[in-house]
């Protein structure tokens, strides 16, 4: 089973690491470079 990771935290999915990870995030970015972020940042670990 592949779990997605951001800034150390580990997600089963992608949907439920976007919706934790954006209430941290939304003060300091916009969503479309929260979108972006996590494009660049996301690792998929199996």
């Known amino acids: 089973m592949a779990f997605y990771k951001l800034d150390g935290a580990k997600f089963p999915t ?11 995030y939304q003060e300091k970015m916009s969503k479309e470079e929260f979108e972006k972020y996590l494009k660049e940042k996301v690792e998929i670990i199996e």
């Not at 949907?15 to 954006?22: I, K, Q």
């Open 14 to 24: 992608m949907d439920e690491l976007r919706e934790a990870m954006w209430e941290i």
